[in-house]
Structure formats: C-alpha cells, structure tokens
C-alpha cells in the first residue's frame, strides 16, 4: 500500500516510515501544518523528514485534500494531529484513514486522555488504532492494548511505553485494512470524552489530599488545556509551575497538603 503519515510528531513519523517499509508498504509523504509541537518546531519537523519524504504543508482547510491527493495515497495514518479531519479529507485514501488514540477507545476519547486518566486516578491507559470517521475518536477499532501508568511526570517517561505496543498494534491494523475488514465499531454504552481541564484546576489546592496534588501534577505533564498549563501555585514569593513532586522524602522543597507532605522536586516560573 501506498501510506501517507498526517503528523506533527517526528519520531512517529519516522517510527512508522520504518514499519510501514518492513512490512513492505510505501510511506509516500506526510502532512502537516504551520503549528508548533511539543516534539519540534515546524523547520525542525520538515528537515528531519524531508530527504526522505514529501512534505505537504497546507495553508488552510481547503487545502489539505488536493495536497493529500497528490501523494496518491491507498491508506493514510493520523497522529498527533490539531486539525479534526472532514468527510471530505478522509475520503482522499481509498482505503480511508487510520487513527492512533492513547487510550483504551471509547474510553477516554478526545484531546488529552493520558492527562485525563492520571487525574482519574487510573493504572493503565492505552493504545487504539481505529478507522476515521467524522466524528472525534468514533470510528472502528482495529487494534488495541493496555499500557500501564506508573509515575510518569513526562512524555518523555512515558513514551517507551509504547514503542513495543506500537510495533505489535500497527501491523495487526494494517493487515485488517488490507483484508477489507470494516473494523469493530465502538461501545457507546461505555464510551466517555474529555475535553479541556477546566482553568480553576490549574491552580494547586494544597488543602486536598496529597495523593490528589501529585496527579494533578502529573496531569498537566500531558497536557489538559491548549492555553496556558498547570498546576501553579506560589513557591517562596515566585509565581511557579510544579513539574515534579513525590510522595517520599527525596530532598526539594516540603508542602503540606490535606493528610500530609509532597516534595516538589522540580518547578519553572510560571511566565
């Protein structure tokens, strides 16, 4: 098959350039627009993949699909992705578009789910590769799997978690679409969306429990809003940002919370 790869987030897309060639398909480009990752900036996105691939840049919506087209793709792959795809964009591929979504769908749809579930209190999350549809995070489910949360303060952390799951997930959606296989539809009775972490959420409430403080911590590692992120609070006279604190003794600085102390091991001004 002939696959393109709609990304912001370099190293999937040279994570699934390598797969897709193993398994003897063609990545034939990727597309993506003019805002910033967390991985890279644009330049840096286009100069890491451009000897190697096309690079379509659409400069609006209208766009996407006559850029999409003239790649000539069978199938195209999603991910990390700010645009919501329409009917018409995911019409381009004739075999339709393919998601990748970190959670266990229809469980924690929408735009944050790891941050969503390490506020919820959960052990794992997850990884999805589903069918695109029009709706957000909706479509079939062609393959997926648990990935266990531990104390994970960072993408970074938490990313070698899925490169195996990935691996094994890809090839196993791949194969389906190949075979026509529409996929298994999604289970409504269960399924919940999360959107943005509401603004009074980013600042931290010391008098809560302490074991709540660390995961509203860890939360906003991951996301939770596309404005300014969590969790704030003031730290000897300066306006700061909690990005690490731990529930032992460790060395930092000691705050008291509802039922006991957190350790906030590492911060950044909050400007």
């Not at 700010?82 to 735009?111: D, I």
Request: proline content about 8%; some cysteine; aromatic content about 8%.
């Amino acid at each position: 098959m002939r696959v393109a790869i709609i990304s912001q987030v370099t190293p999937a897309v040279e994570g699934y350039s390598q797969i897709l060639r193993a398994l003897g398909h063609e990545p034939v480009g990727v597309v993506c627009v003019r805002i910033e990752s967390r991985y890279s900036t644009l330049a840096e996105h286009v100069g890491a993949i451009a000897g190697q691939l096309d690079v379509a840049i659409p400069s609006s919506r209208e766009r996407f699909a006559p850029l999409l087209a003239a790649l000539e793709p069978d199938l195209a792959l999603c991910l990390g992705f700010p645009w919501k795809l329409t009917p018409e964009m995911l019409a381009v591929p004739r075999l339709g578009v393919v998601n990748s979504h970190p959670s266990l769908l229809p469980r924690y749809r929408g735009p944050f789910p790891v941050a969503w579930a390490i506020r919820s209190g959960e052990t794992e999350i997850g990884m999805t590769f589903h069918r695109m549809d029009a709706e957000l995070d909706t479509g079939a489910i062609l393959s997926q799997e648990a990935v266990p949360l531990g104390d994970e303060h960072s993408w970074d952390e938490l990313t070698p978690k899925f490169v195996d799951v990935v691996g094994r997930l890809l090839p196993a959606a791949l194969a389906r679409v190949e075979a026509g296989d529409p996929g298994d539809p999604q289970d409504e009775t269960i399924a919940s969306y999360y959107s943005e972490f509401e603004p009074e959420y980013a600042e931290i409430d010391w008098s809560r429990p302490r074991e709540e403080v660390a995961r509203q911590v860890r939360a906003w590692r991951f996301g939770g809003s596309s404005g300014e992120a969590g969790a704030l609070t003031d730290l000897d006279g300066q306006r700061v940002r909690v990005l690490r604190v731990s529930l032992e003794r460790v060395g930092g600085t000691e705050v008291e919370c509802g039922d006991g102390p957190v350790w906030i091991v590492e911060s950044e001004p909050a400007h």
